[in-house]
């Protein structure tokens, strides 16, 4: 089945460790993008990736770091330098960017211990 | 600045009733509007979506209304159901600059038995 895959669900870090949250696609989509939830808030964008080899800074890029190597995956760390990492964080595709609706994976649930 | 406006963070409908969800919006140049429906814990889900050239569009028992002079856009359930139970997210783009999606806030709908 096509869609979009993140892994884990959930994850564990201790304060001043890096962590990497996997975002895997199947729908041969080209615009990639990653969102962080709060509770009680909306979406923010954090990267989004139009084409392979190619990432632009969202609202609140700051702390985190992206990688687009191939069309298929996204994957995002979340830096020691990101100050309230503790959030629940979205990964979703589009055929392009803006142009057609985004797909979601399940999302990862991410706690600063 | 909120570009994508949910005022009502809660709404409560009885089953079988309709529900209708507001959305208001300040960017002129949004041309391209979206619906996504999210349970606890999981990614959002695509709904329904609108383009400006058009002031309704319907999928089964989901409508989407677009007023373009006031800025506002409104979603319909008839019937609903108790598994329509779940945040509502409106979001917004503007689909010739290929402009990224912008969200709003979302509404908690309780579907009641």
């Known amino acids: 089945d096509g869609g979009i895959t993140q892994s884990p669900k959930y994850l564990f870090r201790k304060e001043g460790q890096n962590v990497t949250l996997s975002c895997e696609q199947n729908l041969n989509h080209d615009a990639m993008y990653w969102y962080r939830q709060d509770p009680g808030q909306g979406l923010r964008l954090i990267y989004y990736s139009q084409i392979v080899n190619d990432f632009q800074k969202g609202d609140i890029a700051e702390g985190y770091s992206v990688s687009r190597e191939k069309k298929e995956s996204f994957p995002l760390t979340v830096t020691s330098a990101q100050k309230n990492p503790t959030a629940f964080y979205l990964c979703?595709?589009?055929?392009?960017?803006?142009?057609?609706?985004?797909?979601f994976g399940q999302g990862t649930r991410l706690t600063v211990v | 600045d909120q570009q994508v406006k949910q005022n009502s963070p809660s709404l409560s409908v009885q089953e079988g009733r309709i529900s209708i969800l507001n959305c208001d919006y300040t960017?002129?140049?949004?041309?391209?509007f979206l619906w996504y429906k999210k349970y606890p814990a999981e990614g959002p889900t695509f709904l329904i979506s609108i383009s400006s050239i058009k002031d309704k569009n319907e999928d089964g028992r989901f409508t989407v209304f677009l007023n373009k002079s006031a800025k506002h856009l409104s979603l319909h359930i008839v019937p609903s159901q108790p598994g329509d139970s779940a945040v509502y997210f409106c979001?917004?783009?503007?689909?010739?600059?290929?402009?990224?999606?912008?969200f709003g806030p979302g509404t908690r709908l309780s579907v009641l038995p």
């Open positions: 979703a595709s589009s055929m392009r960017q803006g142009v057609t609706e985004a797909f």
């Open positions: 979001a917004a783009s503007n689909r010739f600059y290929g402009q990224n999606f912008v």
């Open positions: 960017n002129s140049m949004f041309d391209y």
